[in-house]
């Protein structure tokens, strides 16, 4: 007998990973195994009674249990296309991607006309980031099966997740006027409403689906979102805690449970809101970092635990996040004591800062692996010894370190730039005339629709670029050639390159130049991050004034003297530079008196 699957090392394996995962409009699930709709599953009643069983498992969250029984029906019937798909839903439930996309492969060739399928396939491939095959695969799904129950919703998410907003808004507008009783289909439309930009106009449909079906988690969960970016914390804590409240899976649970705690942070409301932030590692998360880590984890509650202790930090999530987590690394090093000992592992750019920064610890590297997209982290060298009595990810100590505002420090720098390297840089920025040396980017390595949103079009910066008196340098990694070509043919400015400095992989220069320049500009990443933690002077254009890093406040309590800008409503980029471009001006002008 010919065996199709090893189910232990798949469960052994764990979780793959998402390389286009939507947790913050919480729109999809994984398709659900309709045996009703399906003519091979009602040909033998008891295998689809087993499999009514099986799913019945998998959809309350027991999926290991579940595939165990469709794995004993593959033992006896390996070439049914129902039992191959189901096991290809439940791999998928366990995280087990590129093995649910071998069993759905199975069953579409043994039934090529089964429509279920072609969704499985088109969902899978839509979380694989192959975004053009998944769209073909929903439309066959939908030309098979054009009356199927939730086949446009998956279409209208795809077609959302390139950016086909105009295309999405008309299939679901469609939809809602032959069912217009379909909560679903006015939730979606929600969704693609806001990520269009349209916030505002959300609120609408989501209140829509509400009222179609009371007490609708998703509906709850993305209206929550919504007021979240409209700025009404207090109505976004109502619909995420409704959200909670009504989950109908245990995925939806984690999500809506992050995205709590993400806007009780963004209210002011930390000592829950850190309480909470500890969903973010629950591997039903799509974003969650899997810890391969050999220790006790230590969840942040209680400092006085760590006295004499050796304890491992981890740094988590992007390189901006381990930067500004490190804020807690000197309340660390104290609560250890003098017989305890703080280890750190980080990115492997930021050691030499690190070590730096805090001479006592023991600093490494963290080592990463992606596998399908999720991160799998672990750091072998810090535990060789055997030495190490706990470890903690990173953002668990702003649990026992930033309960309450009055616990961040009031003077800025808590890192320790390189001082030779920023002589030098000053050095170089001198020669470049006379005026104050501004630091200049605007985008993220990592760009698509959804992260889009979070920066503001080069355009944009036109009130700022062409202020004058001020000498622009770039600090923005990545291939910028014709952002460069275009401020200088379009607003006659003159962005000034570095050449001795690698912005991506030279994090330590990089943290080194922000701090010789007189202020640096730009969104919150790595680079305004690095540049704030060693005290030099950023300010910060945002899409929205709600932000959990802003916790409640005006300006970022975690590097002081830094400020914050952004417009009155969600994504009003104008009104946001026309803010920064007048208190530049001001800045300028006084740079210039105190130079004369």
């Not at 909560?183 to 505002?200: K, Y």
């Not at 005339?433 to 080069?458: D, E, I, Q, T, Y």
């Not at 202020?467 to 923005?476: H, R, S, Y």
């Not at 590097?559 to 800045?587: H, I, L, N, Q």
Request: glycine residues 8%.
């Amino acid at each position: 007998m010919t065996i199709l699957l090893d189910l232990d090392a798949e469960l052994a394996k764990g979780v793959e990973d998402v390389i286009n995962p939507s947790e913050e409009v919480h729109t999809t699930a994984i398709p659900g195994l309709d045996l009703e709709a399906s003519p091979a599953a009602k040909s033998d009643p008891k295998v689809a009674a087993r499999l009514r069983r099986a799913m019945g498992l998998v959809d309350d969250g027991k999926a290991a249990e579940g595939a165990r029984i469709i794995l004993k029906l593959l033992d006896t019937h390996p070439d049914h296309p129902v039992v191959n798909q189901a096991m290809g839903m439940a791999l998928e439930h366990l995280g087990r991607l590129s093995k649910a996309l071998e069993f759905y492969e199975r069953a579409l060739q043994r039934d090529p006309s089964n429509a279920e399928v072609y969704k499985s396939l088109g969902v899978l491939a839509s979380k694989l980031g192959l975004l053009p095959t998944a769209e073909k695969f929903m439309r066959i799904y939908l030309k098979i099966a054009p009356n199927a129950k939730g086949g446009t919703v998956q279409l209208a998410s795809i077609l959302r997740d390139q950016a086909k907003f105009e295309d999405a808004i008309e299939l679901l507008r469609q939809a809602i006027y032959a069912d217009p009783e379909n909560p679903d289909l006015w939730n979606s439309m929600g969704t693609t409403v806001m990520e269009s930009g349209e916030a505002a106009e959300a609120v609408t449909f989501h209140t829509e689906a509400l009222r179609l079906k009371p007490g609708y988690a998703r509906a709850h969960h993305n209206l929550a979102h919504v007021q979240g970016l409209l700025g009404d914390v207090e109505n976004a804590i109502f619909h995420f805690r409704a959200a909670v409240k009504n989950a109908e899976s245990e995925r939806e649970h984690v999500i809506s449970s992050h995205g709590l705690s993400s806007i009780l942070l963004s209210a002011g409301q930390l000592e829950e809101g850190w309480d909470m932030y500890r969903w973010r590692l629950n591997m039903h998360y799509s974003f969650a970092t899997n810890f391969l880590i050999p220790a006790p984890a230590w969840d942040g509650a209680d400092p006085a635990v760590l006295d004499g202790k050796t304890l491992v930090v981890v740094g988590e999530q992007g390189i901006g996040d381990e930067v500004l987590f490190a804020s807690t690394f000197h309340d660390a090093q104290k609560a250890v004591g003098p017989d305890g000992e703080l280890r750190i592992a980080c990115e492997k750019r930021l050691v030499p800062l690190m070590q730096r920064s805090f001479p006592k610890a023991l600093v490494e590297r963290h080592y990463t692996v992606e596998r399908e997209g999720r991160q799998h982290r672990h750091a072998p060298d810090l535990f060789k010894d055997g030495r190490a009595n706990m470890w903690a990810p990173a953002g668990n100590l702003c649990r026992a370190f930033r309960s309450s505002t009055d616990d961040f420090p009031s003077q800025a720098g808590f890192l320790t730039a390189d001082p030779e390297r920023v002589k030098a840089f000053a050095k170089q920025l001198a020669a470049l005339g006379p005026g104050p040396k501004v630091g200049v980017l605007w985008k993220s390595l990592k760009m698509n629709a959804a992260r889009s949103k979070h920066f503001a079009p080069f355009e944009m910066w036109k009130p700022i670029l062409k202020t004058p008196g001020a000498v622009f340098i770039n600090l923005q990694y990545g291939d910028v050639n014709e952002e460069l070509a275009e401020a200088e043919a379009r607003f006659g400015v003159k962005i000034h390159q570095l050449q001795d400095i690698d912005l991506k992989d030279d994090l330590d220069g990089v943290a080194a130049l922000g701090k010789a320049c007189d202020l640096v500009l730009g969104p919150m990443n790595a680079t305004t991050n690095l540049t704030a933690s060693v005290g030099g002077q950023v300010w910060f254009i945002r899409p929205i004034p709600v932000a959990w890093t802003m916790l409640g406040q005006d300006e970022m309590l975690w590097y002081p003297g830094s400020r914050t800008f952004c417009g009155e409503r969600y994504r009003d980029w104008v009104g946001g530079m026309k803010k920064m471009a007048e208190a530049f001006g001001a800045f300028v002008k006084t740079h210039k008196r105190q130079a004369a």
